[in-house]
């Protein structure tokens, strides 16, 4: 399929400015998503299968972000993130009511509980996984490459744009996210299908273990260099 015909099959996504976002979660990547996403001018609501922790964090981030049940953030939005454990992403969906027929961005990682690798991979991907599970949604893997400070840092790492990571089967569901992630001030860089979340997610594996295991801190991001 050619960008241009992909481009046609959702002009209500592309054409708009003003997106109208859902994050089901209510942690700290959930707000600092919330936090970037309103400050481009887009309405955000969150939510949570705890809908006082939902509430909760929606005040916290304040600028017009609102909560609702997971059901009512689902129908109402043109995008929906994931952005709680990828454990808990089977649930969510179930009581979300599948998804159909939506944008998901998936910013989950398969860590093992004790962080000392991925759970699933070479052969899968939690994105992957995900997209079974909401047979009906267009999946897209983004965002889970970033640390909750780089959002609250205006989306910057050490001082520049950090790269957001797209991958998706659906072409014109990948330029959604990949405008969506402009709109908010981070670099883009498109990866192909969402079958390339097989790599993806062992690089976020790679920033955690920097990050913590190393000692280098939440102020980092990996990127990808051009040539000239």
Not at 111 to 128: N, P, R, V, W, Y
């Amino acid at each position: 399929m050619t960008h241009e015909l992909a481009l046609n099959r959702t002009p209500d996504i592309r054409r708009r400015t003003n997106m109208s976002i859902s994050i089901i979660g209510a942690g700290n990547m959930a707000k600092g998503l919330a936090a970037r996403f309103t400050s481009a001018g887009h309405s955000v609501t969150l939510a949570s299968r705890d809908e006082a922790k939902a509430d909760a964090a929606a005040r916290e981030v304040g600028n017009g972000v609102s909560s609702a049940s997971l059901a009512s953030a689902a129908q109402s939005a043109d995008i929906v993130v994931l952005a709680v454990p990828y454990d808990a992403a089977g649930d969510v969906i179930e009581a979300a009511g599948g998804f159909a027929g939506k944008i998901v961005i998936d910013i989950t990682n398969p860590m093992k509980a004790d962080f000392s690798g991925l759970s699933i991979g070479h052969t899968t991907s939690a994105a992957e996984e995900i997209q079974k599970r909401a047979p009906q949604a267009k999946v897209v893997k983004a965002f889970n490459t970033i640390f909750a400070q780089v959002f609250q840092n205006g989306g910057q790492a050490a001082g520049r744009p950090a790269t957001v990571f797209v991958a998706g089967d659906d072409e014109a569901a990948r330029a959604a996210v990949v405008d969506l992630a402009r709109s908010a001030g981070f670099e883009t860089l498109e990866t192909g299908a969402l079958a390339t979340a097989r790599y993806l997610e062992p690089v976020a594996a790679l920033n955690i273990t920097l990050g913590y295991g190393l000692g280098h801190g939440t102020d980092i991001a990996p990127a990808w260099q051009r040539a000239a």
